[in-house]
């Protein structure tokens, strides 16, 4: 079974709009972190947000935003005010302390921001 | 943009022959990663370092794949005899520790094809 889960395959938005995107996950540890990545047309994987489990608040950083719903075991990216270059494939990954450093990722969502 | 270096981009093999590429993390940053996405954008996790020690690593069947990360030189992933199931992209990552919190930034990527 996926540990990370991104049932969404594509999204499509008008630009200046808002997108949020799914994501579950599944982990027996206690503490374990939550990432979001986006990785461009050219290929570059670029880090975008971080959620830690222990904490309670949804984490922000610039026009991306989280919402975490731990008894859920969901993870959403919110990008507001969309522009045409956060066309991209997002990646939502996992960091659990009982699986050592690695990132278990999701299959990704596209997300395409029309003009 | 990325501050992980990966070489080359782009590499071509045959089935039997050896394929190399290379990674130097970003400054400072003490341990490496790398994982193989797939066609379908699947990620899979494939061995970390700390400094010139490995971490964590999948078993590697077939003992096909090599990796080391020797001081003062760039980290190198080795297929001994490529398959045509390698043809993915390999990405190296790294971060400023190997705690669960800390974000890891990827390179550019090695598009390995094997024809």
């Known amino acids: 079974a996926q540990k990370v889960t991104q049932t969404q395959t594509s999204i499509s938005v008008m630009e200046k709009t808002t997108v949020t995107m799914d994501c579950v996950y599944e982990?027996?540890?206690?503490?374990?972190?939550l990432f979001w990545y986006k990785q461009t047309a050219s290929g570059e994987i670029v880090f975008l947000i971080r959620?830690?489990?222990?904490?309670?608040e949804n984490a922000t950083v610039g026009h991306y935003s989280l919402n975490f719903q731990k008894p859920k075991s969901s993870i959403g990216l919110i990008i507001t005010a969309t522009q045409i270059e956060d066309s991209a494939v997002y990646f939502c990954?996992?960091?659990?302390?009982?699986?050592?450093?690695?990132?278990?990722f999701g299959i990704g969502t596209r997300v395409l921001v029309r003009p | 943009n990325s501050k992980v270096i990966q070489t080359p981009r782009y590499l071509v093999k045959g089935q039997g022959q050896k394929a190399k590429m290379r990674c130097i993390p970003e400054?400072?940053?003490?341990?490496v990663f790398w994982y193989q996405q797939n066609k379908n954008n699947e990620f899979k996790f494939l061995i970390n370092f700390q400094n010139q020690e490995v971490l964590q690593q999948i078993d590697m069947t077939e003992k096909r794949f090599s990796a080391e990360c020797p001081s003062n030189s760039p980290c190198s992933l080795e297929i001994q005899s490529s398959e045509a199931g390698d043809s993915a992209l390999y990405l190296c990552?790294?971060?400023?520790?190997?705690?669960?919190?800390?974000?890891?930034?990827f390179g550019p990527g090695t598009r390995l094809t094997v024809l």
């Open positions: 959620q830690d489990s222990y904490k309670k």
């Open positions: 990552a790294s971060s400023l520790t190997g705690l669960g919190d800390a974000e890891q930034f």
């Open positions: 400054k400072g940053h003490p341990v």
């Open positions: 982990t027996q540890d206690s503490s374990y972190f």
């Open positions: 990954a996992m960091r659990e302390d009982s699986a050592g450093n690695k990132l278990t």
